[in-house]
């Protein structure tokens, strides 16, 4: 089966698997926003763990390059 889904928003891309929500949004002459929300212990997503978390961060980033 579909291990994940993608949406589009904007500028930003999201992958959505079972436990996380990853979003990148481009930023010109800056660095990325980066996004990253699990949903296992934080459904309605209001800590935004990317900066704890960057082995996931890292394996969502190799998806989308």
């Known amino acids: ?32 926003l980066i996004e990253l929300y699990d949903h296992t212990n934080d459904p309605n997503e209001p800590r935004n763990i990317a900066s704890s978390s960057p082995a996931a961060v890292a394996a969502f980033q190799a998806l989308l390059n």
């Open 1 to 32: 089966g579909r291990s994940h889904a993608w949406a589009y928003w904007r500028s930003g891309t999201s992958i959505r698997t079972e436990t996380y929500r990853f979003t990148r949004w481009p930023r010109k002459g800056r660095d990325d």
